[in-house]
């Protein structure tokens, strides 16, 4: 159960993490945000989880430009999320 919950709690943190455009943030800085949490996971599951919420969610990322920078779209309803970090 204790990963679920680690998961579940990965994806709030992330989902709170993301501005709006026109700024973004990047998957590394993610990554330490998340580590800084308490969560020890690897750079690519974050990766992942960006893809993942971005085929859930109106999440867009730039890929003009390396690294790749992820963004609520402009039009996004945002809703609060209730994470403790």
């Not at 990047?26 to 969560?39: K, Q, S």
């Not at 890929?63 to 994470?83: C, M, N, Y």
Request: net charge positive; no cysteine; charged share 25%.
């Amino acid at each position: 159960m204790r990963k679920t919950t680690d998961t579940i709690h990965r994806l709030l943190l992330l989902l709170n993490w993301i501005p709006r455009l026109p700024h973004k943030v990047d998957a590394a800085t993610l990554h330490a945000r998340v580590r800084e949490a308490g969560i020890e996971v690897e750079l690519r599951t974050i990766q992942r989880d960006l893809v993942n919420l971005s085929r859930m969610f109106p999440i867009v990322n730039d890929e003009r430009f390396k690294p790749l920078g992820w963004s609520w779209a402009q039009d996004a309803t945002i809703w609060p999320t209730p994470v403790a970090t």
